[in-house]
């Protein structure tokens, strides 16, 4: 700093000239101007190219053998010739490559789930040896995007990265990603750290790095590092249209994959904790229905039977504040809080219930992957015309009408059965199909049971509680005078 300073301070003394390069050395970023080769050949020895093999099935989803012609003018002409039966030879075996990092050295690699799904054979390279080397799946997390695996032979002298300490990134830091895009291995790419925590709806538990260093397809997996050659991040996506890099990639940050490769390690498969709520996130117009001075928070739009939750007493329109001493800015941070805590430990969660504080203590229960709920059908009222109102054009929800909607068991009220696209309805998002379920936080049964909470709301809004596809959520509906 105090050089650039000085060099501003001698513009008479240096002329013209000197002052365009004074200013060029002032805005060249510091991280273009370094020179990262003895970083980058200490850090590669622990970067592998990953690359998959996956037997392709000789039949079809539908149980028939595979036509190499379907989808030409041909496939019906050989359909003729006795099926799909005569082809099953034509099929190869599907391959993919990725990248990944050693994080042992017992051999343990980390590296992203989309390289490896599916794989029938996992072969990991090091950059500038040609040998194979077979690697055992040992566990994944879908979720996160994380897979484990383990060399079975390894190399002599094995390199395993520093692991860092993701939580200490600033954004504007200097950071590496060493990998193999598009097939080429040991590639090195230099960025920033552009952002934090982003949320690019890849997953409920969404917390990215994002960088300009260049990532394209084959960087997945791979590592990024710091400039002090701490790994930092698992690199898994890119922001583009082209397929390329345009400068905006996202790492899983190292802290979540210690957390995940414990647990893989210790169970085989990630353990995340439950807490039994289905959440939205509180938008402006949510926040007026609520009484609340801003948007912030996560609303609950349901509890889940015999969870976590209930037993707490935790009711359907609170808003959670805070869970366990950390302040829930959006809805997405719940998820990954929750996730991130032990079984078993009991938290505090802060809420607001009808303007009031309220504070519930919760012993987190262990997320099943595959929840199932054996419910009772509410009995169904008799068909009706549908109604007009608010440019919903609605019915009492009939047994048919649930079933062919595929509805839960317990789901009960007002089915939308069109909705005029030029009315308020329409512009707060409701959907044929919907069901209305609560107005007004009052159960909604009939016709005049949603025109009461109507008559109440005029002028401002009438706040429904909704069932869509296979959960609720809450919508505003602005109501005229």
């Not at 989309?114 to 194979?132: L, M, P, S, T, Y």
């Not at 790095?209 to 690199?235: E, H, K, R, Y």
């Not at 219930?353 to 509410?378: C, F, H, M, Q, W």
Request: aromatic letters at 6%; a negative charge.
């Amino acid at each position: 700093m105090q050089n650039r300073l000085f060099g501003f301070s001698m513009f008479g003394a240096i002329g013209l000239g000197g002052v365009k390069l004074l200013l060029i050395l002032w805005l060249v970023p510091a991280y273009a101007m370094t020179d990262y080769a003895d970083l980058v050949e200490r850090l590669s020895p622990s970067v592998v190219n990953i690359s998959t093999e996956t037997k392709a099935p000789e039949v079809d989803a539908d149980g028939e053998k595979f036509n190499p012609f379907e989808g030409t003018p041909f496939e019906d002409f050989f359909k003729g010739f006795g099926g799909r039966g005569h082809f099953p030879q034509f099929r190869e075996r599907q391959q993919s490559t990725g990248s990944g990092v050693v994080i042992s050295k017992d051999g343990y690699v980390v590296t992203n789930n989309h390289v490896i799904e599916g794989a029938d054979e996992i072969i990991v390279r090091f950059n500038g040896d040609r040998e194979e080397y077979p690697a055992e799946l040992i566990g994944r997390d879908s979720k996160n995007d994380l897979a484990l695996l383990k060399l079975e032979d390894m190399p002599k002298g094995l390199q395993a990265a520093e692991l860092g300490d993701s939580d200490k990134l600033r954004p504007g830091q200097a950071v590496l990603a060493i990998g193999n895009p598009f097939g080429l291995g040991g590639t090195v790419t230099a960025g920033i750290v552009s952002a934090l925590g982003r949320n690019i709806g890849q997953g409920p538990y969404d917390d990215f790095i994002q960088t300009d260093a260049a990532i394209n397809p084959g960087n997945s997996g791979g590592p990024l590092f710091s400039q002090d050659g701490d790994l930092v991040g698992i690199n898994t996506a890119i922001l583009t249209r082209t397929g390329g890099s345009n400068g905006i990639g996202f790492a899983i940050p190292v802290n979540t994959v210690k957390l995940i490769v414990a647990q893989i390690k210790k169970h085989g498969h990630p353990v995340r904790g439950w807490l039994g709520v289905r959440i939205q996130q509180v938008t402006p117009e949510l926040a007026e229905n609520f009484n609340l001075s801003d948007d912030v928070g996560a609303l609950v739009a349901e509890i889940v039977e015999d969870s976590p939750a209930e037993a707490a007493k935790i009711q359907v329109g609170d808003i959670i504040m805070s869970y366990n001493g950390t302040q829930i800015e959006e809805m997405a941070d719940l998820p990954r809080l929750v996730a991130e805590t032990e079984v078993g430990q009991t938290v505090t969660v802060n809420l607001l219930r009808n303007g009031s504080n309220k504070r519930v203590y919760v012993k987190i229960a262990e997320l099943e992957e595959e929840e199932g709920d054996t419910l009772t059908r509410l009995p169904r009222k008799k068909d009706e015309k549908p109604t007009e109102l608010l440019g919903l054009s609605l019915q009492i929800l009939t047994k048919n009408q649930a079933e062919n909607l595929d509805l839960p068991e317990d789901v009960d009220g007002l089915v939308v059965v069109s909705v005029d696209y030029n009315s308020p309805a329409a512009e707060a998002g409701l959907r044929r199909g919907d069901v209305l379920v609560e107005a007004n936080m009052k159960p909604v049964s009939s016709m005049s049971d949603l025109e009461a909470q109507v008559d109440r709301s005029k002028g401002k809004s009438v706040l429904l509680r909704v069932f869509r596809r296979d959960g609720y959520l809450f919508i505003p509906l602005a109501v005229e005078d």
